[in-house]
């Protein structure tokens, strides 16, 4: 098996639903050996509805390149053995809300004592303390109080959330860069680490270019970085396209080739603002053009001169040309579903990915022998 950035490196995931696990799923890309223990009943996920037999398809998707085992840390013999796990374990992960830890014996000062150079990882609805530390949190939950829904849309639509939980997801991220940066930082000092982020420090950081507010300007000021209408989903003959042509040298490219050359010679559109300030003139037009042909058609007009796709459904991207020459999906064998596809790790070093023995989701307390009293090696 080709070297990965975290041989090496075992990761103790005790999180449920999407942000932790897909967090700990990003370590394991990396080659981290990620062990996820958990409650007798198993994560929450597994049960989330889902048209596949038996299984659920969020939880599959979520929690590749990982071991289970299931400990009931209410009960003093499990609690032992997740502090032998703790001893040889480089990173603890967690999404328990606070104080929980504490009285599973699973806090940060608890743990350290037992693994001095512990990176112990929280990963919290609200943050750790605060007036509102203790409110459950989730995804379309925190899209709500922070503005993400009522961003949807277009003005005078009533708020909704974007379903796939964009919040858990940027959350992972976050959650796998601190835990690498506090692995790195270990490494220079050989000091233990405590990593805190959270939903509420997610859905703002992903907001980053709409969270500016300066001085003078009023409450209601429109802080979407929308560059008008042009730019979105338009219908055609057959099927629907995107299109984002806000520089000059793509609006040009998109007036040629639509057959509407002369609006780039007119003052009304001469650059991005304009552009949107008179969108209601111009959107009509290009509609009608894009008339003329199907998506399809058009996708391939503009090629490389105009940013633009069909909108396709997630079903196509299985078959997508580029999706497959980029080796973005696997195939994987499964106890209960016979095989499936799903996305492989996203990061590439010097070119290759790391070949992995064993990717797919695990089965609740399928390697709980194997792993229960000590540091296993990998099968």
Known sequence: MAQQILDGIQVLDFTTYIAGPYG???????????IKIEAPEGDPMRYYPSTLPGESRAFIGVNRNKRSIVLDLKQPADREACHRLVAQADVVLHNFRPGVAERLALDCDTLTAIQPRLIYCSFTGYGPDGPQ????????VLQCRTGIAKAQGYPGDEPRVVWGSAVDFYGASLIATGICAA?????RTGLPQRVDTSLLQAALAMQAGRMVWAEGESPGVDRDLRGGALSGIHPTREGYVYLQAQTQPFWEALCELTGLAHL???PRFADMRLRKANEAELVPQLRAALMRHGAREWEA??????PCTVVRGIEEVFDDEQVAHQGLLATH????LGSYRAVVEPIRFNGERGVKREARAPMLGEHTVQVVGGRSERT
């Open 24 to 34: 700990a799923s990003l370590l394991g890309d990396l080659g981290a050996d990620v």
């Open 133 to 140: 530390a203790q409110r459950p949190g989730f995804d379309q």
């Open 183 to 187: 692995l790195f930082q270990r490494e």
């Open 264 to 266: 780039a010679r007119d």
């Open 301 to 306: 007009i503009f090629g490389t001169r105009v």
């Open 333 to 336: 064998a499964h106890p209960t």
